[in-house]
């Protein structure tokens, strides 16, 4: 009985709604893709090309698939840390280390969408101009300045 009393007597916390804006609402185009590397435009196609990132959850507010992504466009594009990337969109760094992790695993399934590796004689034909134009033996391609 004590005990019910003494719930009975607390006094109510309220209740704390994050605010889950669209960055891209409020942002310019190239504020945008100073922060994350991609105009509006590509964003929401990449975001369309995977799959459902609705959560399931038994609390009351979801991260939206569009701040998700944006999480993981931030970290990726900025190597910035699961905090500081977390805090720009008001979630925790937990919260933000699952949305890169699992974000970043739907994106890569998308690579042989848009990566293709050439193949023997145009590989062959790709590796010997590199050769002759930087002098770099056996490079297949360069991404972002990362011979592979």
Known sequence: MAA???IANRERVPRNFRDRSNPLEDLSAS????RYRFHPDTIMDLLRQLPDLSTHTKRNLPIPPLLQ????LRFLGTGATHILVG???KISRSTAGRCIRQVSALI???APNYISFPRG???RQVMLEFAHIAGFPKVLGCVDGTHV
């Open 4 to 6: 019910h009393q003494r």
């Open 31 to 34: 504020d945008i893709f100073a």
């Open 69 to 72: 992504l944006l999480v993981t």
């Open 87 to 89: 805090d720009d969109v």
């Open 108 to 110: 890569a399934n998308l």
């Open 121 to 123: 004689d145009q590989a």
